[in-house]
């Protein structure tokens, strides 16, 4: 699980590198896709599996990623922290393959590269990446990472369809729930209402959609 070959530049002139300097949000120093003012997610780096390009043919360069590993299944890394060296990064999604890669390769490598195309990452921490570093998961930002569902639910929330929001509005924002304070237990019905509506907050989550891209576009 290594890093074995770095490749950045502009975009018609990419050639390898022993080691570069990776800054927090922007990206790789002296690359063509680096962003003084911050880089989109999953804009920063780019990654490929060294195994997927020995069975395409293709070298580091002609894939237009920047670090090629070893021993690493990148799309197992989507949606979690891992560190290259010191540099923290974040799987952010598959870097799948498109036309202009095609152009400058050859007919039928989107075919072969598909869902393999590498991995878009956003880089968290500035630090340096070089040749032969291991990359690592990051088991001290578990707690990070953790479900947003399962945070909820452990914090004794509770999860509401969005389209159950109009309801819930209704009812002030609040849903009923079981338990009833002792000091409601004397109130009138209306004060014992208004309690058991306190006890549960909702929290309701809109899907997100995440198309992916290919950032040699």
């Given amino acids: 699980m290594h890093v074995e070959a770095i490749n950045i530049g502009s975009s018609d002139a990419l050639g390898p590198a022993a080691s570069v300097t990776a800054v927090a949000g922007k990206g790789i120093v002296g690359d063509r896709h680096f962003a003084d003012h911050g880089a989109r997610p999953g804009n920063a780096l780019t990654l490929i599996e060294a195994e997927v390009l020995e069975d395409v043919g293709l070298t580091g360069s002609q894939s237009r990623r920047q670090v090629v590993v070893r021993g690493v299944r990148v799309n197992d890394l989507i949606g ?21 890669l095609q152009r400058l390769t050859r007919p039928g490598i989107i075919k072969g590269l598909i869902h393999r195309g590498g991995l878009n990452a956003d880089i968290l921490s500035d630090g340096t990446i070089s040749v032969g570093d291991q990359v690592l998961p990051d088991f001290s930002a578990d707690r990070h990472t953790e479900p947003l569902s399962r945070r909820r639910a452990s914090r004794g929330f509770v999860s509401a369809s969005w389209q159950d929001l109009p309801q819930s509005r209704s009812q002030g924002g609040l849903l009923r729930g079981q338990g009833e304070p002792a000091a409601a237990a004397e109130a009138g019905e209306g004060a014992q209402a208004a309690a058991r509506g306190a006890a549960v907050r ?3 989550v809109r899907p997100v959609a995440t198309a992916a891209r290919d950032p040699a576009a």
């Fill in 80 to 100: 979690k922290r891992f560190r290259i060296g010191d540099v923290e990064c974040v799987g952010v999604e598959i870097c799948e393959p498109c036309l202009h």
């Fill in 202 to 204: 909702v929290i309701a």
